[in-house]
């Protein structure tokens, strides 16, 4: 499965999620924001970003990139995540375990993320 196909399945798990805890799901036109998605719940409306893995550490843990590849045939780019950029990172990870983390728990200037035991509160399946 190449990295769009695994987008594309992150951000449907996601809204398969969100519509089935009957929050409105709202998609953005084009692939040029840092939010694959905006949900609305209670009254807010929040930026989601979608992330699929199944990249593990050593010890067995599963780990998120937490930056934007881009590029083309003749360079490539790897851009952190910015501060308000979105404010929820949902996570799809290959053994079907499903994360919604909120944007303040983990600090911005980290190219990755574990989803060790301090992320374990924000699992939902």
Not at 36 to 63: A, H
Not at 64 to 91: E, I
Request: with cysteine; net charge positive.
């Amino acid at each position: 499965m190449n990295s769009k196909n695994k987008g594309d399945l992150a951000v449907s798990k996601a809204i398969t999620y969100f519509v089935g805890k009957q929050e409105e799901v709202l998609l953005p036109f084009g692939n040029r924001r840092p939010y694959d998605l905006v949900i609305e719940r209670e009254n807010r409306l929040l930026k989601v970003q979608c992330k699929y893995t199944t990249c593990k550490s050593p010890y067995g843990i599963y780990t998120v990139p937490l930056r934007v590849m881009g590029g083309n045939q003749s360079y490539h780019t790897a851009k952190l995540y910015k501060k308000d950029d979105f404010d929820l990172l949902f996570v799809y990870t290959g053994s079907g375990d499903m994360y919604e983390i909120p944007t303040e728990v983990w600090s911005r200037n980290r190219s990755y993320l574990s989803l060790g035991k301090k992320l374990q509160k924000w699992k939902i399946l």
